[in-house]
């Protein structure tokens, strides 16, 4: 079945330290989202990309839809400690269908 | 605060039993997702249900059914519960229409003694 492979698994960082992490497939997707779940929470979307090559940003976050469709990279500039958390790329998992298929998650910790 | 409400937060029980989960999907939204979450295979898709009716399945297994009520909520039935059942149980509401993006409940957190 169709896959996303996240990386890097875990991150450890310093706070004020730039993030990236990504997620790519062999498969092509219209729709790349990303979501972060801290603990006892469902996941929250964070941004949502619509367009190959379309760049976002929602506050200190940046994300961009790769232009062969095959992948998505997510920065997080200036990380402060409620970044914590784990983050999800996701798309939808059939052509035309919504039912999500996730990465498996990017794992940040900040050290103060 | 997503808008989708899931019910209950923490279920305990023991093998064999019988539960049901419930979700209230956002003000507007048609469509109700299911997700399963587990430390080895993370997030699952298990059901989808769009005003009512049965939309797509992933990998449910046959003890496992769901469905959406007139009023839009649904409910996940488990049943003969197995150790290995244990996870997080998510629900996720969408307007239905392509492109619109899914938004999350806080989950069900199930376990299996």
């Known amino acids: 079945g169709q896959q996303l492979n996240q990386s890097p698994q875990s991150m450890f960082i310093q706070e004020g330290e730039d993030v990236s992490m990504n997620c790519t497939s062999s498969s092509i997707f219209n729709t790349w989202l990303w979501y972060k779940q801290d603990p006892g929470e469902g996941p929250v979307l964070l941004i949502a990309?619509?367009?190959?090559?379309e760049l976002t940003s929602n506050g200190r976050l940046t994300a961009q839809f790769g232009i062969t469709r095959k992948d998505s990279f997510l920065n997080i500039s200036a990380s402060i400690p409620s970044d914590v958390g784990i983050y999800f790329c996701a798309a939808p998992g059939v052509q035309g269908a919504q039912k999500l298929v996730f990465g498996q998650g990017t794992r940040l910790t900040i050290n103060p | 605060d997503s808008g989708v409400t899931q019910t209950p937060k923490h279920l305990i029980t023991a093998t064999g039993q019988r539960v049901t989960l419930r979700c209230s999907p956002r003000s507007g939204d048609l469509s109700v997702y299911w997700y399963q979450q587990s430390l080895d295979q993370g997030l699952q898709f298990l059901i989808q249900y769009y005003n009512g009716e049965e939309r797509a399945k992933g990998n449910i297994l046959e003890r496992f059914s769901a469905q959406q009520f007139p009023d839009l909520h649904s409910e996940l039935n488990l049943s003969s519960l197995e150790l290995g059942d244990s996870a997080l149980y998510f629900c996720?509401?969408?307007?239905?229409?392509?492109?619109?993006?899914?938004?999350f409940g806080d989950g069900t957190r199930l376990s299996i003694l």
């Open positions: 996720a509401s969408s307007p239905g229409v392509k492109n619109q993006p899914q938004h």
């Open positions: 990309l619509y367009k190959a090559g």
